[in-house]
């Protein structure tokens, strides 16, 4: 993913606030929810930060009853923005195996894919035996079990052990927009974004527009 120079001077600056609709998209915050999250301190720097992602069309405003509330932009420009977010911290976090998991994506063939770290590692509450579970979400075209096969020996001989999930991109969806509880809606719920993470919030804001809401 490729950010310009002058957008990447903003991510720098105003990262925190766009940060706090990376876990949770589908929720709609607060002035005074947006400065607690990004534990900035002054009022006029997240005023100033959010009309300006307002403005570049990365968040939306809206009025809600006597209250203002902003929430993640669907369009291309903004998922790619806060995708880039997602990914970097991800791949700089360092509770992580990462050369287990590129030994894991070295595997994997398929041109298209979303690749998500779940469970107690997403959380940070590992343990020393703990498994990492990853999620695995692929073109509709693939067969799930062909990218299986193609993982299976790293994920049973490298330590810590590797639980592989792997659903096609209707597959997730659907769990998403399911009314019953889901692996799948658990998965939204608590991940790190490895690598896929603006398609992967395209899949998000699709069920979003269709009721999902975590």
């Not at 998209?25 to 002054?42: E, G, M, R, V, Y």
């Not at 592989?164 to 997730?172: D, K, R």
Request: net charge positive; proline share 3%.
């Amino acid at each position: 993913m490729i950010i310009p120079i002058k957008w990447k001077e903003m991510l720098t600056k105003r990262y925190s606030i766009i940060k706090c609709f990376g876990k949770e998209p589908w929720k709609s915050l607060t002035f005074k929810q947006i400065k607690k999250l990004s534990k900035n301190k002054s009022d006029n720097y997240v005023h100033t930060a959010l009309k300006k992602l307002v403005k570049h069309k990365i968040l939306n405003q809206d009025n809600i009853g006597n209250s203002i509330v902003y929430s993640l932009a669907s369009n291309t420009f903004a998922l790619s923005t806060i995708g880039y977010i997602s990914e970097y911290e991800s791949n700089n976090a360092k509770h992580i195996p990462l050369k287990n998991i590129n030994k894991i994506l070295e595997k994997i063939r398929t041109s298209f894919y979303v690749f998500l770290i779940t469970g107690s590692y997403a959380s940070k509450k590992q343990k020393k035996l703990s498994d990492l579970d990853i999620v695995i979400i692929c073109d509709d075209s693939k067969n799930p079990s062909t990218i299986i096969s193609q993982i299976n020996l790293e994920c049973e001989t490298l330590l810590p052990s590797i639980h592989p999930y792997v659903f096609t991109e209707s597959q997730f969806y659907e769990m998403l927009i399911n009314k019953e509880e889901n692996y799948g809606k658990e998965t939204a719920k608590n991940n790190l974004i490895i690598t896929g993470a603006e398609q992967y919030y395209r899949i998000l804001m699709r069920a979003i527009e269709h009721g999902f809401n975590g």
